[in-house]
């Protein structure tokens, strides 16, 4: 049967606007994509040293989540009595769980969630986050590794789903302009946890070999973004002249950054599913990422990726020589994971397990 939706958000770009009131805002408040009426609320930022405080001071989890934002400057729009059946929130690590619960149980509609849990990550372990999850009629995991973590958490088993993640379509529909270059790409958001810097230091021992590859460094800038480019600074001339730094870039301009590049690599240990990987899938590219549980549940090692020991940018460095030397491997590693991101990621495969899986919990 058809679902209507409505979508509750901020006006935001990042997470970084709801601490940052100097980053741009978007500018339409309502708007419509295919049948779902998007609502952007306004957000206050001023108030994030004092909440940071309040955390310190009482130790209170709460605290954490206001300091993180978004707190909306016109939440009692979230208090309007609607005609729901269910609330969808996510994802941590910040106040939108809070904020969907709070709608859910204002409407007395039940809640499902999409946490997309770091695991390695401490400050996903907060309290107020971990009980409401544990109450949610329906937990969306993006792998078997979190469903898993869920249950060791006391989640009921009948309320946890594996979805997957999502590789938008336009990423399969654009025609290939860009010829493959010698060059590694990293796309996403340049927030601390994605180690760029340790990225930088396995391209150290890639330059050493070949001095010509190139560093493609695509994503939105965050707070962390300084000090990533300091570190870019104190490179040789020559090394800097080797990479390409840009921003946050359209969805045309992100498939060609992908077919330009020989591989994609994503140093982060820290990561609930990896989308990026499935992109560079989407557009026959193969992948490299850490050795952490998520990632050996996603990229199946030696056939569509490699992974490297998470703390060893030496072992990086020499599984990107390794891919950079052996062209006929790398298209056939990234053939295999194509043929993995259709059967399993598109959007229609992952809706129909969210849909099926609500409904049924609606029936019971």
């Known amino acids: ?30 708007t419509k994509w295919q049948k779902v009426v998007i609502f952007r609320l306004p957000v206050v930022t001023r108030l994030r040293k004092f909440f940071r405080l309040l955390e310190l001071l009482t130790r209170w989890d709460f605290f954490a989540l206001l300091a993180k934002g978004p707190v909306f400057k016109n939440f009692v729009f979230l208090f309007k009595k609607r005609d729901i059946d269910w ?22 509609a039940k809640l499902a969630l999409i946490p997309c849990f770091h695991q390695e990550d401490k400050e996903y372990f907060n309290s107020v986050l ?15 590794t979190e469903k898993r973590f869920w249950k060791k958490q006391g989640v009921k088993e009948k309320n946890l789903q594996v979805i997957g993640g999502i590789v938008p379509p336009e990423v399969f529909s654009f025609s290939r302009r860009k010829r493959t270059q010698k060059a590694v790409l990293f796309l996403g958001v340049k927030a601390a946890h994605k180690r760029l810097e340790f990225l930088l230091r396995a391209m150290k021992i890639v330059w050493k070999e070949d001095p010509e590859v190139k560093l ?18 104190s490179l040789p001339q020559r090394l800097q002249k080797q990479i390409l730094w840009k921003g946050k870039v359209s969805e045309r301009e992100k498939v060609d950054f992908l077919d330009r590049a020989a591989m994609l690599v994503n140093p982060s240990c820290q990561e609930s599913f990896g989308i990026v990987f499935t992109e560079a899938w989407a557009r026959k590219k193969p992948v490299i990422g850490a050795k952490i549980p998520v990632l050996e549940e996603l990229i199946d090692d030696g056939k569509e990726g490699l992974l490297f020991s998470p703390n060893d940018f030496r072992d990086l460095g020499e ?33 129909k397990k969210v849909f099926s899986f609500l409904e049924k919990k609606q029936c019971l």
């Open 1 to 30: 049967r058809k679902n209507k939706v409505v979508a509750i958000t901020s006006d935001c770009f990042s997470s970084d606007g709801f601490v940052n009131r100097r980053l741009p805002r978007i500018k339409k408040k309502r």
């Open 319 to 351: 599984k990107i020589l390794f891919l950079l030397m052996n062209p006929s491997l790398r298209e056939k590693m990234g053939k295999r994971g194509y043929i993995k991101v259709r059967k399993k990621y598109q959007p229609e495969i992952v809706a």
């Open 216 to 233: 493609f460094l695509v994503g939105p800038e965050t707070l962390s973004s300084r000090r990533i480019k300091a570190k870019i600074l």
């Open 130 to 144: 971990l009980k409401i999850t544990k109450n949610a009629q329906a937990v969306f995991c993006l792998t078997e």
């Open 87 to 108: 609330v969808i929130g996510g994802p941590f690590l910040n106040l939108s769980v809070f904020w969907a619960w709070l709608v859910a149980k204002r409407n007395q």
